[in-house]
Structures are given as structure tokens and as C-alpha cells.
């Protein structure tokens, strides 16, 4: 029986963000579980919408031997501290090297991200493969699945034997990606011989014009997977993650074949279908108060009208704090308008010792703060369920929660950032999102695969915060791509 190691190291590090990630980020438990070593990764991941849930699933079906060694990861926001990095490392390093002692390690199979950046490491996903590679020399099979988001440099393709990319954004193929990343390993284990293909294209998508429930970036990824047929054994589309400026950010065809000439030709001829593509990857962005004053007409219909307020992302590496989108829509009388999720939790804390019913005279969020007298309507303890279909079997735990009420509007506030991409957040808190005119949501695209069937009409809104939507508007030094020509 082959004993395969498995481990996951997720983080998606915006440079642009202020806040660095330090090791606690890591420990800490929020959607996803918080960091876990050796048999306890197993559990911990179970049944989850994760890569690694999904891997270890596929291998067991298969009857091989799962070595599992290290899960950690952390909510996207600035680099990587060094120290944390290390110490990952040094557990990870710590517990392959036992799990060798104890017999032969046939495989490797890792859950990554791809767009990890550390404090000396612009490609830290590569460092890591790079130095798992060292370790087992060039014989021993490592495949690795990566995000939707992957920020794919030749240092991955050239330490990985095989790299697979989700095909969805909201990524509902999480626990898939990480099935299909176990087959191509089997393949590996059985003697088959592949060769890649490496394509990047010269420009930058915008993170609400990747979704792949839209054109032109659904009709890519069908193409992509299409491609795979006959001697072509996988080929993935990265649209990659703008907001880290580093010197592979941007999109990336990455092709396996039997032979190097067919990966060649079909890198090629995807990206070319890409690059063609460029002038579609764009749509509107709402400013605030136009965004609110068409949402009015939304009043007494019984529809919901969502306001993606994509900035503000956690899911990016935002802090998911900012109050700019309250002090507006309290400035223009929108009674009918619930927000969430703001992270603040001094506000939590306070709302929780006044309890429900109590009344907090203060300022919430962070930049434009948000100045009232906000009444407690209802209170939770961040700890719940999530049932959409992106965070499919995760346990939440967003800290103390609150819903705060003034003037009519209603905020949904956590200890935690994370972003707005289930409606048991709402519900955790008596909020049913479908009885919503006007829901203020958080996020950029993730939230499409919960909410999207409750929307009468989305509008992606431009604010405040560190997940900026508009990529001329950053000052890029190391990247040399530029946004997405638009022929809008």
C-alpha cells in the first residue's frame, strides 16, 4: 500500500494591506479550522468544502495510506511574517521526516494556495515546494492543488510534479479540486509520465470579473476543462490574484500532457483564447451613493437588491471594517438596509454587556465611522453551522456577534473578519437575507453562490478598504502587467 503525506498551507496575502499575518493568525480558528498537526488534521477537515478534505476522502477510497501532517491557514490580509512562515515549515519539515522514519513516504500531496507572500519570499507557495523537493528528491511524486486565485511562477511548476487549479469562483469545487489532484497522483504512482506547459498572460484581471458564473471567464474554464481528453491530462486556467504585487501575478494557462509538444500546443492555444478575451473582463463599479439611490427603488416591492461591497473583502485580505457604506446609507435615510459583516469587536464586546434590548452610544467600524445610538436587537456567540454550498461543512466561529440597529438600519457585527458569503451569518443573528430590501454584503463574488438565487439585481459597490477593485488605482513595483484593457 503507497502512504501518501498530506498537508495544507492556505494563505492569500494582498500586499497592498496593512495588517501583516503573524503566526496567531494561523492558530486561530474562523471559517476554516485553525492550525492542526498529525491524525487531528483528519477530523478537522472532514466534510468539509476543502482541498484537502476532498484529497483525503479520494485517497481513502482509493485504499491508500494517509500520512497526514500539518493543516494551517489564515485569513488573507498582509504578508506572511517571516517567523510565522518558519515555524510552519519547521512542523511541516518535523513531521515528514517522521513519518519516514516509520516507513516509505511514496507521495505528497499538498493543499496550497499560490499567492502566499512572506516578508522575503515574493513566492512563499514556491519556497514551499521548492524546499519540499530538496527534501524528497525527484523521484518522489508531489502534487499540489492551488486556488482559482493562484498567482503561478515557474519555481511551482518546476518543484510540483503536477499542479491542479479550482474551476469555480465562488469556489464550490474546493474538496473536488483536491479528488481530482489524487487521481492525477495515482497516475504518477502508477508510472505515468507527464510533461507541462506554462503560459502567462500580460495583464490583470480585476477580482469581481473573475467570477466564473460570468462571461468571459465561464466559457474559459469550460474550454479549459474540455481541453482534457486523450493524452491531455489536466489543464488549468488561473485567473491569479491582482492585489498582490509580486512578479508572476496575473493569469496563467498550465497544461499536462503525455508529450511536451501537445502541453506546449494547448497552453498555447488556451491562452491565446485569453488573451483575445482581454477587453471582457470588466463591468461596473457603483460609487456608494449612486448605488443606494438606485437601490430605493427596491422600497415596499418585497425584492432584495444586493450591494457587493467588494473593497471591504475579508476575503481578500481587507479588514471587512470599514463603515463607509453605513455612514452613507444613514445619510440617505435607508431604513430597509442591513449590512454585514462589519468586524469590530470592541463593539461586539460592548454589545454583549448591555445585552439585547441596550442601547451603545458610540462610533462603529473603522475609517468613515459610523456615529449613533445603536440598539441591540440581537446577540450570538459566532459559533454556528454554515449551510451555502463555498462554505459547505465548516463550523464557524467568528467570535461574539451582534445586530445593531439605527435610524432604521441594521449592521451585523463579529469579532472576526470573514466575509459575508452565507446566510446562516444573517441567521445566526434572527436576520432572514431573503426578508431584506437592501443587503450590504461584504464580499466580491463568493457570496454569489448563496445569496445569487435570493437577488433580484447585484451591484459590485466601490468603498473603502484594502481589496481594491480598480487596479489603476494601485501603484504596482514589482509586477509589470497592467489591468485589463476594457472596451467599455
Known amino acids: 500500500m503507497h502512504r501518501i503525506a498530506v498537508a495544507g498551507i492556505q494563505h492569500e496575502t494582498n500586499t497592498f494591506a496593512s495588517m501583516p499575518t503573524t503566526l496567531a493568525h494561523f492558530i486561530e480558528a474562523d471559517a476554516w479550522p485553525g492550525l492542526t498537526q498529525g491524525e487531528a488534521v483528519l477530523a478537522a477537515v472532514a466534510g468539509a468544502n476543502l482541498p484537502l478534505a476532498g484529497a483525503v476522502a479520494a485517497l481513502k477510497a482509493a485504499h491508500l495510506q494517509v500520512l497526514p501532517l500539518l493543516w494551517a491557514s489564515a485569513n488573507p490580509s498582509g504578508r506572511v ?8 515549515w519547521a512542523m511541516f519539515e518535523s513531521a515528514l521526516l517522521a513519518a519516514g522514519q516509520t516507513g516509505p513516504v511514496n507521495g505528497v500531496y499538498l493543499d496550497l494556495h499560490g499567492a502566499l507572500v512572506t516578508e522575503r519570499y515574493d513566492d512563499g507557495d514556491g519556497e514551499w515546494l521548492r524546499r519540499t523537493r530538496s527534501l524528497l528528491g525527484e523521484q518522489i511524486p508531489i502534487v499540489a492543488s492551488l486556488d482559482f486565485h493562484a498567482n503561478v511562477s515557474p519555481l511551482m511548476v518546476n518543484s510540483a510534479s503536477t499542479l491542479v487549479g479550482y474551476r469555480s469562483y465562488p469556489h464550490v469545487d474546493m474538496a473536488e479540486t483536491g479528488a481530482r489532484a489524487v487521481g492525477l497522483l495515482q497516475r504518477l504512482l502508477a508510472g505515468e509520465v507527464v510533461h ?15 467570477c466564473s458564473l460570468i462571461q468571459p471567464v465561464a466559457r474559459l474554464m469550460r474550454m479549459a476543462e474540455q481541453a482534457e481528453t486523450g493524452d491531455v491530462v489536466s489543464v488549468s486556467f488561473f485567473p491569479g490574484f491582482p492585489l498582490a504585487d509580486v512578479a508572476d501575478s496575473g493569469p496563467c494557462l498550465l497544461a499536462y500532457a503525455h508529450s511536451a509538444s501537445l502541453a506546449e500546443a494547448t497552453a498555447r492555444i488556451l491562452a491565446q483564447k485569453v488573451q483575445a478575451a482581454e477587453p471582457e473582463f470588466a463591468g461596473r463599479l457603483w460609487q456608494v451613493e449612486e448605488a443606494l439611490s438606485y437601490a430605493k427603488q427596491y422600497a415596499g416591492q418585497g425584492k432584495t437588491i444586493i450591494l457587493a461591497d467588494t473593497c471591504d473583502n475579508a476575503g481578500g485580505g481587507a479588514g471587512s471594517d470599514a463603515a463607509g457604506v453605513i455612514c452613507d446609507g444613514l445619510s440617505m435615510g435607508m431604513s430597509a438596509m442591513v449590512v454585514g459583516i462589519l468586524c469590530d469587536p470592541a463593539t461586539a464586546q460592548a454589545a454583549h454587556a448591555v445585552g439585547v434590548g441596550g442601547v451603545l452610544s458610540r462610533a462603529i467600524g473603522q475609517g468613515r465611522k459610523a456615529l449613533g445610538e445603536w440598539r441591540v436587537i440581537s446577540l450570538g456567540t459566532g459559533q454556528f453551522a454554515a449551510t451555502g454550498p463555498f462554505y459547505a461543512g465548516c463550523q464557524m466561529d467568528l467570535g461574539p456577534m451582534a445586530c445593531l440597529q439605527y435610524q432604521g438600519l441594521t449592521v451585523l457585527v463579529s469579532s472576526r473578519k470573514q466575509q459575508a458569503a452565507d446566510q446562516a451569518m444573517f441567521r445566526h443573528l434572527g436576520v432572514e437575507p431573503s426578508e431584506v430590501e437592501v443587503l450590504v454584503l461584504k464580499s466580491s463574488v463568493h457570496f454569489r453562490a448563496d445569496f445569487g438565487a435570493i437577488a433580484a439585481e447585484i451591484l459590485v459597490v466601490e468603498a473603502e478598504g484594502d481589496h481594491v477593485a480598480d487596479l489603476s488605482r494601485l501603484q504596482y513595483k514589482v509586477c509589470q502587467r497592467k489591468p485589463a484593457r476594457s472596451h467599455t
Request: hydrophobic share 55%; proline share 9%; net charge negative.
Open 81 to 88: 511574517e517571516d517567523a510565522a512562515f518558519e515555524a510552519l
Open 196 to 210: 507541462s506547459a506554462f503560459e502567462q498572460l500580460p495583464f490583470l484581471i480585476s477580482m469581481p470579473w473573475q
